[in-house]
C-alpha cells in the first residue's frame, strides 16, 4: 500500500485562538521559524508522500501564497547577496506537489476529506489535520504507512489519553495485537462519555485510508455537532476491512488551542540550532526570579 497522496484539512476558522485568527489563518500561524503547516507538509515528505491537497476555505489565500513561487522577493535576496534565504523560500515551495481545494461549506472533517476524491482516485491516501503537530524520531505518519503496508489495511495514530481528554476525541476498540505498538481496531466512537468510551486510547490527528471510505462518507448523516465525522465513517469502514491503530512514538502538540501552541513553540525552540541555548538560560533565570519573587 504505497501511499502517493495525502490531505491536510485547514479549513477551520480557528476560534479557540482568536483575535490572532481573525486575520491569519491558524495553520499559518508561526512556530519558531516556520509555520505550523509547513512542519506538517515536512512529515508527510518524510514518508513518502508526493502530492498534498490542502482543503482550504475562505480566508486562506495566505496558505496558498506561502506553498507558491515569489520571483520578486527572490530577486530582491539574490539582488541582496542573500542566496541561503532566496534558497530556503525557492525549498518551500519545492517540497511537494502541492493543490489546493476549497470546502465552502463548513460540514465537518469527514465532509472535507470527501471533497478530495476526485484527487485521491482508487488508491490509499494519508491524512493530516492541520494544526496536529507531530514530533518522533520516525516521522509518525512513516510509522503508520509501515504498519499499513505490513498488516495490508488501513491505520490510525492512537495514544492512550486520560478521562477528561478521552471525551474529546474518538475512542478506539482493539483487538488482538499484530506486533509492537500495533493493534486491530474493531470500532470506534466520537468524543464518547466516560459510559461511552470503549478504551483511553484516542485517535490522534493521523490516518492512512483506503478509497473504500469515499462511498462511505458519501452515505454518512451528520453526527455530533451536525457535522459528518470522518470517525463515523471510519467505524463503517471497519466493519468491511481491516483497520489498525498505531500507537505512535513521538510526541504531539495541538497548536489549534493556546496552551498546546505555547508548549510547542518552547519545544521546538529549545531545539532551534540559533535559539536553543539562549532560551534556556532565559528559561532558567526566569525560574529562578520567580522563586526568589515568591
Not at 100 to 115: D, I, M, P
Amino acid at each position: 500500500m504505497k501511499i502517493r497522496k495525502a490531505i491536510i484539512p485547514a479549513a477551520g476558522l480557528g476560534t479557540r485562538l482568536l483575535p490572532n485568527t481573525k486575520s491569519i489563518p491558524k495553520e499559518m500561524l508561526p512556530l519558531v521559524d516556520k509555520p505550523v503547516l509547513q512542519y506538517i507538509v515536512e512529515e508527510a515528505v518524510a514518508a513518502g508522500v508526493e502530492q498534498i491537497l490542502i482543503i482550504t476555505n475562505r480566508g486562506k489565500s495566505p496558505i496558498e501564497d506561502y506553498f507558491d513561487y515569489t520571483p520578486d522577493l527572490e530577486e530582491r535576496l539574490l539582488k541582496d547577496g542573500k542566496e541561503k534565504e532566496a534558497r530556503t523560500i525557492r525549498e518551500v515551495a519545492d517540497m511537494a506537489d502541492v493543490l489546493f481545494l476549497r470546502q465552502k461549506e463548513t460540514k465537518g472533517l469527514g465532509h472535507a476529506v470527501w471533497r478530495a476524491k476526485s484527487f485521491v482516485g482508487n488508491e490509499p491516501f494519508a491524512v493530516l489535520l492541520g494544526d496536529d503537530i507531530m514530533l518522533g524520531e520516525k516521522p509518525v505518519l512513516k510509522q503508520l504507512v509501515d504498519a499499513s503496508e505490513a498488516n495490508s489495511c488501513s491505520a490510525v495514530a492512537i495514544h492512550e489519553v486520560p478521562d477528561e481528554l478521552i471525551v474529546k476525541y474518538s475512542s478506539v476498540l482493539l483487538q488482538e495485537k499484530l506486533s509492537d505498538r500495533v493493534y486491530r481496531i474493531s470500532d470506534m466512537n466520537e468524543k464518547p462519555t466516560l459510559e461511552e468510551k470503549f478504551s483511553n486510547f484516542a485517535i490522534l490527528g493521523r490516518y492512512v485510508l483506503t478509497p473504500a471510505i469515499f462511498d462511505i462518507l458519501e452515505h454518512t448523516a451528520p453526527g455530533r455537532n451536525n457535522e459528518i465525522q470522518l470517525t463515523d465513517g471510519m467505524k463503517e469502514l471497519v466493519r468491511h476491512e481491516p483497520m489498525c491503530g498505531v500507537d505512535f512514538e513521538g510526541r504531539r502538540y495541538d497548536t489549534g488551542n493556546l496552551k498546546g501552541y505555547l508548549e510547542a513553540i518552547i519545544d521546538f525552540a529549545l531545539r532551534n540550532e540559533e535559539a536553543g541555548d539562549w532560551l534556556r538560560e532565559f528559561i532558567l533565570a526566569k525560574a529562578d526570579l520567580l522563586r526568589t519573587q515568591n
